[in-house]
C-alpha cells in the first residue's frame, strides 16, 4: 500500500502534463476567427478510430501505410487511422470545411470534416455520400468506404495550448502640457 501512496505523485505529475483534449467546434472557430495560418499551427487529434476501406484493384499493386485483407473471397485495402491520432490542417476548399492530415509526406492523403449541428457543431468525418451502413470519403487520390459509426469521429484540440494568450502590456507614463 505504501509503494502506491509513494507512486501516486509520480503518476499525477505524468498525467496532468497529458493534453486537455476538447471537441474542435463551429462555436470555437468563430469566436477566435482563425486564419489558414494559424489553422496551420493547431494540434489536432482524431476522436475515435477510422477505419477506410476499398477492394484492391486486379494487378500489381503496393500498400503503404495500410494492410491488405481477404473479406468474403475478395481482398480489401485497409487503412487504420486510431483514435488520439495527431494530424494537421491542410486547407479549406470551402466555408466550414477542414481538410486534415494524418500522416506526413504526402498532401493527398487527408480526410474532411466539418461542423455537425446534431452533434453540437462539433467538427466530425465528412464524405461525399452516406447511407445506413458506409459512407464514401476520397483519401490519396481513391475512394474508399468507412463504416457508418465513423461518422462520429471528429476532431479534438488542446484547449490548454490554444488558450495561451500573450498579453504585451505597458504602462503610459503621462504626457504633460510644455
Known sequence: MIKYLLLAPIFLGIFSCSPSLSSFTQRMYDENHWSHQELGKIQFYLSDD???????KE????IEGGRIKVEKGQEIEEIV????????FLFSPKENRLAVSFESGD???YLMFGPNPKMG???????????KNQGK???DGSYYWVDSNDAYAGLLVDLKRINKVQVKSRTASGNTVN
Open 59 to 62: 494487378g500489381n499493386s503496393t
Open 50 to 56: 477510422i477505419v477506410l476501406k476499398r477492394k484492391r
Open 137 to 139: 470519403v476520397q483519401y
Open 121 to 131: 457543431n462539433r467538427y466530425v468525418l465528412l464524405a461525399s455520400e452516406w447511407d
Open 81 to 88: 487511422i486510431p483514435r488520439g491520432t495527431p494530424g494537421v
Open 107 to 109: 498532401e493527398k492523403k
